[in-house]
């Protein structure tokens, strides 16, 4: 291929690249927030308030802070924040699962200490 017939492509490609980025930083951040929004929604449902509550605040301020971008129309900020909030909300639904477990897994512990007590019960007075 000879240099010039390059050219044309390459700046097609060029143009295209460059309009797609700036369509990104102009299209409302809507779904962006929706899906964060979801996100603190499962969280919540998931009992982090009480679990993982110092991320479960941050998720809520930063999705308080997303709905006000969005509504300046400062989309980047608003896509920016509604990141940060899920992160922030899955963060706290892991820990909130994650302390579900270590409740349950001690409480399971404890009932084998209760049985096994109760078998060596029996065993010694069998063999008296």
Request: aromatic share 2%; net charge positive; charged share 25%.
């Amino acid at each position: 291929m000879r240099p010039r017939t390059m050219t044309f492509p390459l700046a097609c490609g060029l143009a295209v690249a460059l309009l797609s980025g700036c369509a990104t930083e102009k299209a409302p951040a809507t779904a962006d927030v929706a899906v964060s929004r979801n996100a603190v929604e499962n969280a919540t449902t998931a009992g982090a308030a009480e679990l993982a509550p110092a991320e479960m605040a941050a998720a809520r301020e930063k999705m308080l802070r997303a709905n006000q971008a969005l509504a300046a129309k400062d989309y980047q900020l608003a896509r920016d924040l509604a990141t940060q909030a899920q992160a922030d909300a899955k963060l706290a639904q892991s820990k909130a699962n994650s302390a579900k477990a270590t409740a349950a897994a001690n409480t399971l512990q404890e009932d084998i200490r209760v049985l096994r007590e109760e078998l060596d019960r029996v065993n010694s007075n069998l063999t008296k």
